[in-house]
C-alpha cells in the first residue's frame, strides 16, 4: 500500500493508515489536542490524496481500534453484511465519494450497501467531502423508522421537546413542554435530561410526560434520559411507560466503560426494551453522541475524533434505534474551537451517520466558552434542515436552563421548517392540525398558544 | 429557430416585457403591535406570570410570526453578551497581588492557549512552583485556600475575595490551620493537586469560576480534595457550585465548606467515599433555578 504523496515538490509519507485519517482531517481543536492532526495545511491535502486511493478492503483489514484490544471492533467485523461489502469492497475512498454523489446513485442504494461499510470507510468518505458534499450526500439518504409516528420521510422535518429543568420540577418541564407543542414542536420526543439520576425521579418524569401525552392524544414519543441502568429499573421494577430508552454512546470499549456500558449491558436494554417498552414501533432505542467524548475519557485509543464518532454510529445500528443525534458543539472548545469546526462536525456527523443507516438528527449548539455566534448556529440550523438531517432538539430560545448552554428554540423549528417548506411526521401534522397549532404549512389560529393543550 | 428558442420566446411572451417588479400597494399607517415585553413585573403574560413560579426557562414571551418580539431578542442577546463577556474576561495582571494575595499561574500562556488546552490548565508553571517553597508560603496545613479564575474572571473578581476570607476564616474557627491566600490564574480544577501537594496540606480547596450561562457570568464554585497530589480523578473530589449572591452567597457557603473540609481531615478521605451526613448543600447534584432579571432598560430622548 503506498502510504506517500508529493504536492509542489514537497514529499510527505504516513506510517500507517490511522495516522493518514488523522491528518486528513478537516481542522479539529481536538485532533489538535490528541496530536494526531495534520501540522500543516498542505500534510492534510497530502494525508487526503493517500487517503482517496485506499480501498474499502484495504480500510475493513485495519480497523482503528484492534479486533483483539476492542469489542466495538469485534462487533462490526463479526455482524458486517458480506453481501453488501462485496459490492463495494474494491472501490478506492475517492471512487466511494464519486458514487454517492453521482446523480444515478440514489438513497435506496447506499441504504442498501450501508451494512457492509465499516465505519473507517464512512470515516475515511467524508474527510473527502466539503460541506455541500457532505449535505448533498446526506440528503440523499432517507432512513425511515417508526415508534409512535414515522420518522424520517421526505419533506419532513422534526424536533425533540427538550423541557430540562435544574431541579426536575414536574410543572416546570410541563410547562416548557407545553410550549413547545404549541409552536409545533416535539415529533421525535418529548425528552428531557434529569438533573437527577434515580430511578424514581426517572419514572416520575415519564409518568407525568407520558399523561401529557395521552390526555392530549398526541402521536408521539417520550423518554427520561438518565443513565441505561436507571431507566431498565424504572421500567422493569417500578413498571412505568417508557416509550424510547436512552443512553450516550462512544466509539471504543474503552469509551464505553467510562460511560458505565458495554456490548453486553445494551444487549440486555435492547431485548428488555423490546419486550416492555410502550412506543408502537418497532423501532425504541435513542442514542446521542458526539465528536471528542472519547478523547474526554482518554478513550480515543490515538485516533481522530471523527473516526471514533462513526464507531459510535456502528454501535448504535445495531440495535435499530427510532433516534440518534451527535450532540455537536456541548463538549466545549478544546474539542471543537468555534463555528466553523462545530458546523463542520455537525454536517459531517449527519452525513457519516445517515451513510451507516441511522435516522441522524443534531443538537446544533455551542457551550458559552466555544466562539460561536448565534447567526452562525442559525444558519447551521438551515443548512442541517437542508442536507436531510431528521431532528433538531427544542427548547425555550434555545436556552437549557438545566444544561447551561445555547441550543435550538421552540421558535427557530417552525421557522426552518418554512423558509424549507418541510413538514413534521404525518401522525404528528395531522394532531397539529386538527388543534389548529397549524394550517397546512403556515401558522394555524392558534399557534403558539398554549391553552390548545390540557 | 430551434423548438427550445421558440419555447423560451412564448415563455417571455407568456411572462410580460414591462419592469417585473410588482406595483407598490396603498399601506394604511401600521398599527402600533400589542406588547410583547420580556416579562417584567409591571407587563408579564398571565401564563409568563405563572411559569415564573416554577420554571426560569422562557416561556410565555409570545411571537411575531414564527420569531421573537424585540424585547425578547434583546433580552436574550444582553443575556449572551454577559456570559461571553464572563467567558473573555483575563484576570488582570497583578490583581492577585492588589488584594493581599500571591499570584500563581498554571503553564497556560493566553486565554485562547488555556480554552484549548485543559491539560497544561493543571500544571503548575515553574515560577509559581518556586513562589511556594518560599518561606512565606506556610507548610503543611490543614487546609490550603486558592482563588482562582476558572472559566469566569468575572465571578473571581466579583465575589471571589470575599468567599476567600470567609471559608478561611470558618476553618480557622474549626481549630484548622489555613495556608497562605492564593491565587492562581489560567487555572482548571485539577490545578489544586500540584498546588496542594507543592505546601503539603491536608485538604486543597480551589473557588474558581463557573462555565457562564444566559445571563449567568458571576458564579463561582469550590472543588475540595482531600490528599491533593496529581493523579487525583473527579471522583475523589466534592464540590459545591452556584455561589454568588443570586444563588448561595458567599457567607452561606462559607461555613459548609469549611464543615466539608473539617469532615475530610477527620475522616481521611474525599469524593465518593466521604460521608456528607452532617455536611449541608454539598454535591446534592441539583442547583436551583437563577434567578431570571431583565437585564435591557433604556433611556434618554430623542426628539
Request: hydrophobic residues 40%.
Amino acid at each position: 500500500m503506498r502510504l506517500s504523496a508529493r504536492i509542489r515538490g514537497e514529499h510527505f509519507t504516513f506510517r500507517s493508515v490511522k495516522e493518514v485519517l488523522g491528518r486528513a482531517n478537516a481542522p479539529k481543536s481536538g485532533d489538535d489536542l490528541a496530536g494526531v492532526s495534520a501540522r500543516s495545511p498542505v500534510e492534510r491535502v497530502a494525508a487526503r490524496a493517500v487517503l482517496a486511493d485506499i480501498t474499502l478492503e484495504q480500510l475493513r483489514m485495519r480497523p482503528v481500534v484492534p479486533y483483539e484490544d476492542d469489542e466495538i471492533t469485534r462487533m462490526v467485523e463479526d455482524t458486517l453484511d458480506e453481501a453488501a461489502y462485496k459490492a463495494v469492497a474494491h472501490l478506492s475512498v475517492g471512487q466511494l465519494r464519486e458514487w454517492l454523489l453521482e446523480t444515478t446513485t440514489t438513497g435506496p442504494m447506499i441504504r442498501s450497501i450501508s451494512p457492509g461499510l465499516t465505519p473507517e470507510m464512512v470515516a475515511a468518505v467524508v474527510k473527502l467531502m466539503s460541506n455541500l458534499d457532505l449535505m448533498v450526500v446526506g440528503a440523499k439518504c432517507q432512513v425511515v423508522v417508526r415508534a409512535n409516528n414515522t420518522l424520517g420521510l421526505p419533506g419532513r422535518f422534526s424536533s425533540r421537546v427538550q423541557p430540562n429543568h435544574p431541579t426536575d420540577s414536574v410543572q416546570g418541564i410541563l410547562l416548557s413542554a407545553r410550549e413547545g407543542l404549541a409552536y409545533g414542536c416535539g415529533d421525535a420526543v418529548l425528552g428531557v435530561n434529569p438533573a437527577t439520576d434515580t430511578p424514581e425521579s426517572t419514572a416520575e418524569i415519564l409518568e407525568a410526560l407520558h399523561a401529557l401525552r395521552t390526555t392530549n392524544r398526541i402521536p408521539t414519543q417520550h423518554c427520561v434520559l438518565s443513565h441505561v441502568t436507571v431507566q431498565m429499573k424504572a421500567l422493569a421494577e417500578l413498571g412505568c411507560p417508557m416509550d424510547l430508552m436512552f443512553q450516550s454512546l462512544a466509539g471504543s470499549e474503552s469509551g464505553n466503560r467510562a460511560f458505565g456500558i458495554s456490548l453486553a449491558l445494551m444487549d440486555e436494554a435492547y431485548a428488555l426494551m423490546r419486550e416492555r417498552g410502550t412506543g408502537a414501533g418497532p423501532n425504541c432505542m435513542y442514542f446521542e453522541t458526539g465528536q471528542g467524548s472519547e478523547l474526554s475519557s482518554d478513550a480515543h485509543e490515538g485516533a481522530d475524533q471523527v473516526t471514533m464518532e462513526a464507531r459510535c454510529y456502528a454501535f448504535a445500528r445495531r440495535y435499530a434505534p427510532f433516534l440518534v443525534n451527535t450532540v455537536v458543539g456541548f463538549i466545549g472548545p478544546e474539542y471543537l474551537e468555534d463555528g466553523p469546526q462545530i458546523s463542520r462536525a455537525a454536517l459531517e456527523d449527519h452525513c457519516m451517520g445517515k451513510l451507516l443507516g441511522l435516522p441522524m438528527g443534531c443538537d446544533a449548539c455551542f457551550t458559552y466558552h466555544a466562539s460561536m455566534s448565534q447567526d452562525e448556529l442559525e444558519s447551521l440550523k438551515v443548512m442541517l434542515g437542508a442536507a436531510g438531517c431528521a431532528y433538531l432538539m427544542s427548547m425555550p430560545v434555545g436556552d437549557d436552563i438545566m444544561l447551561n448552554y445555547q441550543s435550538t428554540s421552540y421558535h427557530d423549528v417552525p421557522s426552518v421548517r418554512m423558509l424549507l417548506g418541510k413538514r413534521p411526521t404525518p401522525e404528528f401534522d395531522a394532531w397539529l392540525q386538527e388543534t389548529g397549532i397549524m394550517d397546512g404549512d403556515m401558522p394555524g389560529p392558534r399557534f403558539g398558544d398554549v391553552g390548545v393543550l390540557r | 429557430m430551434s423548438r427550445t428558442r421558440e419555447l423560451i420566446a412564448a415563455l417571455r411572451r407568456d411572462l410580460g416585457e414591462a419592469d417585473p417588479a410588482p406595483p407598490a400597494i396603498h399601506v394604511e399607517r401600521v398599527p402600533d403591535p400589542p406588547v410583547r415585553v420580556f416579562p417584567s413585573r409591571r407587563e408579564r403574560s398571565r401564563l409568563a406570570g405563572e411559569a415564573s413560579a416554577h420554571t426560569t426557562a422562557l416561556v410565555g414571551i409570545g411571537r411575531v410570526g414564527t420569531r421573537y418580539a424585540t424585547s425578547v431578542v434583546l433580552q436574550f442577546q444582553a443575556e449572551l453578551a454577559v456570559a461571553h463577556a464572563a467567558v473573555g474576561q483575563v484576570l488582570p495582571d497583578g490583581w492577585a497581588e492588589e488584594q493581599g494575595l500571591i499570584g500563581l499561574s498554571s503553564q497556560v500562556r493566553d486565554h485562547r492557549e488555556f480554552l484549548l488546552r485543559p491539560d497544561l490548565g493543571r500544571r503548575l508553571d515553574e515560577a509559581s512552583v518556586a513562589r511556594l517553597a518560599e518561606d512565606d508560603v506556610p507548610k503543611g496545613v490543614d487546609v490550603q485556600p486558592i482563588l482562582a479564575d476558572g472559566l469566569s474572571a468575572v465571578a473571581c473578581m466579583g465575589s471571589g475575595v470575599e468567599l476567600l476570607e470567609a471559608f478561611s476564616e470558618a476553618c480557622r474557627a474549626r481549630g484548622l490551620t489555613v495556608g497562605a491566600p492564593l491565587c492562581a490564574r489560567f487555572a482548571r480544577v485539577w490545578l489544586q493537586d500540584p498546588i496542594g501537594a507543592a505546601v503539603g496540606a491536608k485538604v486543597a480547596a480551589i473557588l474558581l469560576g463557573e462555565r457562564p450561562g444566559l445571563g449567568t457570568g458571576d458564579g463561582l464554585s469550590a472543588y475540595l480534595v482531600f490528599d491533593p497530589k496529581p493523579g487525583n480523578t473527579d471522583g475523589d473530589r466534592n464540590m459545591m457550585s452556584n455561589i454568588h449572591h443570586r444563588g448561595t452567597p458567599p457567607a452561606e457557603a462559607a461555613p459548609r465548606l469549611a464543615d466539608l473540609a473539617a469532615a475530610m481531615i477527620a475522616q481521611g478521605r474525599s469524593g465518593v467515599d466521604l460521608d456528607l451526613s452532617g455536611v449541608a448543600g454539598v454535591e446534592s447534584g441539583l442547583r436551583p433555578p437563577q434567578v431570571r432579571l431583565p437585564l435591557v432598560e433604556t433611556g434618554g430622548d430623542l426628539s
